[in-house]
């Protein structure tokens, strides 16, 4: 029994980083955490409650598309957030984001096609691609266009990833720069895919929904990140009123249903906007803190981080090997951090990616562990 | 944005069946539900109150192999169930075998690889094939055979699927035929995928896993059927050692993990046992009373029900339209049933499958009614 071509993708590097990091803690080192992309939060308490309430139910399949009032629910959030009138039939409950990207790329490409992506960018993106024979075609950015592509940048292929805010970097998509960059794709016969996940998590730059300048695109989203629920895997997708027959199939054959016990909980995060922008409160001093002190401390070539909980730093000037350093932080600093090259198979040898998505007082006590280890270097 | 060739998936008529039987439902009707292939019993009551225990914590990502207990805990069911002896390390946890099954194709087989299953077979096998641009490879299967495959008819392909007990048959492969058929397999190059999901619901033929006679297979199952969790979306697989870092990275990046609080409730599930086989002792009545009623109503030409909770019945002598023949046993006799198209699309428009996986009253009067119903035709 051999392994297929499709199935040799690359190691997700910041999963090795925290099997490392693991590793100290069996040890008996405290690390700080600073390379996960997840909240430390729970759930919120409402969400829980309701499912604790629900647990005497069967909680058998539900329909493929997800609970009727939980893709209602999921519309209203488009009239509150965007101003958007969003048809609740558009909205495809998906196991996670990670389940909406494997939906959108079956019924948009065949065996063969070309997607194009920003790079840097969630390496997953790339590596659920060539799992599903696609080809991915990076798009290098800027550091001055804020690592987001623009229209003239955009390659023939039969599809576009556009990530606002984005990851590694925090940056968000102007609505200007959504229309231009959905409208050149539309020239160019691309299909685009808008992943939203971080939407919510921004600190005064606003965030636009590509869905507010077409309604030809698949818009991607999840509870895992503004309603702090990432393992729960619950996600969603918005797809054309044409598409939704066919992602219906697709849903129905590839995923049966995305999990019951998820969607109940999921459905009562909808109501629970004032411990989310709690949490929300939490990421804003956070990163406050970062953006006062990582320069001080030497790590000042950073992408203006506009949304998300990440900040991404070019260390250029201070390796050339970002595996190896963020190994050395690890060890001598007792600080996970993320070794760009998940992010930038090319460029990402000289950046790091920081998560603030931890309690404050981690922050504080990783950015203290980082001065010192910088002044000790 | 145009509809991929690889999406074009064929609807999932049971899906349909159970719409239909939904609307007669809301204008008021009362249905009895023979259509759908799960527990109406909800996860086990320890499964659950686990669960509600662990709600306070955060239940985020968990490695994408799953929680080490409850890998734990799974190879020693294979202990319990079969004597075989089983690294934990092989056992990969997957949001339900539907995911297992995303997983065992991205990691086996390449873009237009042939994949050979038995028709009657589950119809997912086919779309997620087809959606993942590989070819379903259709295996016409006898009753004499028990609807199962013999190695002399297996074609030339890069994979097979066995699945025992079989969906929509319910027969079960001996240790002898499952040794013969993966040998063969073996000969012809082919990866083998068995598809274990119906084990611990067996009637008194007993059940092997094809680990019993061979390393060199991808198994899958669940905790749907037997442990009564199906909107759980929890199931795992069963892979040679050298194919578990490919499975784990492919897992990172399709999955992350499976759902958190799925895991947790599973893990307590392992210990429900005697919950388990209360559910068994009530698919055995069901299925008693469909082997005493059915023959007298009218369907005498069944598979052996050796294990699952279905029967499938040749209706060739009351229809060539299995799919109209359903409609208006929904309709004139209030029994939703699935016509056999899903399974087999050559045969299946003369073929039903009947599940017994609802309360014994519920079979009890369904029969009355298909008895009522079959009388008056």
């Given at each position: 029994?051999?392994?297929?071509?499709?199935?040799?993708?690359?190691?997700?590097?910041?999963?090795?980083?925290?099997?490392?990091?693991?590793?100290?803690?069996?040890?008996g080192?405290?690390?700080?955490?600073?390379?996960?992309?997840?909240?430390?939060?729970?759930?919120?308490?409402?969400?829980?409650?309701?499912?604790?309430?629900?647990?005497?139910?069967?909680?058998?399949?539900?329909?493929?598309?997800?609970?009727p009032?939980?893709?209602?629910?999921?519309?209203?959030?488009?009239?509150?957030?965007?101003?958007?009138?969003?048809?609740?039939?558009?909205?495809?409950?998906?196991?996670g984001?990670?389940?909406?990207?494997?939906?959108?790329?079956?019924?948009?490409?065949?065996?063969?096609?070309?997607?194009?992506?920003?790079?840097?960018?969630?390496?997953?993106?790339?590596?659920?691609?060539?799992?599903?024979?696609?080809?991915?075609?990076?798009?290098?950015?800027?550091?001055?266009?804020?690592?987001?592509?623009?229209?003239?940048?955009?390659?023939?292929?039969?599809?576009?990833?556009?990530?606002?805010?984005?990851?590694?970097?925090?940056?968000?998509?102007?609505?200007?720069?959504?229309?231009?960059?959905?409208?050149?794709?539309?020239?160019?016969?691309?299909?685009?895919?808008?992943?939203?996940?971080?939407?919510?998590?921004?600190?005064?730059a606003?965030?636009?929904?590509?869905?507010?300048?077409?309604?030809?695109?698949?818009?991607?989203?999840?509870?895992?990140?503004?309603?702090?629920?990432?393992?729960?895997?619950?996600?969603?997708?918005?797809?054309?009123?044409h598409?939704?027959?066919?992602?219906?199939?697709?849903?129905?054959?590839?995923?049966?249903?995305?999990?019951?016990?998820?969607?109940?909980?999921?459905?009562?995060?909808?109501?629970?906007?004032?411990?989310a922008d709690?949490?929300l409160?939490?990421?804003?001093?956070?990163?406050?803190?970062?953006?006062?002190?990582?320069?001080?401390?030497?790590?000042?070539?950073?992408?203006?981080?506009?949304?998300?909980?990440?900040?991404?730093?070019?260390?250029?000037?201070?390796?050339?090997?970002?595996?190896?350093?963020a190994?050395?932080?690890?060890?001598?600093?007792?600080?996970?951090?993320?070794?760009?090259?998940?992010?930038?198979?090319?460029?990402?040898?000289?950046?790091?990616?920081?998560?603030?998505?931890?309690?404050?007082?981690?922050?504080?006590?990783?950015?203290?562990?980082?001065?010192?280890?910088?002044?000790?270097?």
């Amino acid at each position: 029994m051999k392994q297929s071509r499709r199935g040799q993708v690359d190691p997700f590097i910041v999963m090795d980083v925290m099997e490392a990091a693991r590793k100290a803690e069996a040890a008996g080192r405290h690390i700080i955490h600073m390379e996960v992309g997840q909240p430390s939060t729970p759930a919120p308490a409402g969400a829980r409650r309701a499912l604790a309430l629900a647990l005497e139910q069967p909680l058998g399949y539900t329909v493929a598309l997800g609970l009727p009032a939980l893709r209602q629910g999921i519309a209203q959030l488009y009239r509150r957030w965007y101003g958007v009138d969003l048809d609740p039939a558009r909205v495809v409950v998906t196991p996670g984001s990670s389940g909406a990207f494997i939906l959108a790329f079956s019924a948009l490409f065949d065996a063969g096609d070309r997607v194009a992506l920003g790079e840097p960018g969630y390496p997953s993106y790339r590596q659920i691609l060539r799992a599903m024979s696609l080809e991915p075609v990076g798009i290098p950015t800027r550091p001055e266009d804020r690592y987001q592509p623009r229209p003239q940048d955009l390659p023939q292929a039969q599809g576009l990833i556009l990530a606002s805010p984005g990851n590694p970097s925090g940056t968000v998509l102007r609505r200007d720069e959504l229309a231009a960059l959905t409208a050149r794709a539309a020239e160019l016969g691309m299909a685009v895919i808008s992943d939203e996940i971080y939407h919510g998590l921004d600190y005064g730059a606003g965030f636009h929904s590509a869905l507010e300048v077409t309604d030809d695109v698949f818009v991607i989203n999840s509870f895992s990140k503004y309603f702090s629920m990432t393992g729960w895997r619950v996600g969603w997708m918005v797809v054309p009123e044409h598409m939704i027959r066919t992602v219906e199939r697709i849903a129905q054959n590839m995923f049966i249903c995305p999990p019951h016990a998820s969607q109940v909980a999921a459905l009562a995060a909808l109501d629970c906007i004032d411990e989310a922008d709690q949490n929300l409160a939490v990421y804003a001093e956070n990163r406050r803190l970062m953006l006062e002190r990582l320069p001080q401390i030497g790590f000042d070539r950073i992408a203006p981080p506009e949304g998300a909980f990440y900040i991404y730093a070019d260390v250029s000037a201070l390796t050339t090997d970002s595996l190896g350093f963020a190994a050395e932080i690890l060890d001598k600093a007792g600080v996970a951090v993320t070794p760009g090259l998940d992010f930038d198979p090319h460029r990402g040898a000289q950046t790091l990616r920081f998560s603030y998505a931890g309690s404050t007082a981690d922050i504080a006590e990783g950015l203290e562990r980082l001065a010192r280890f910088m002044a000790a270097r």
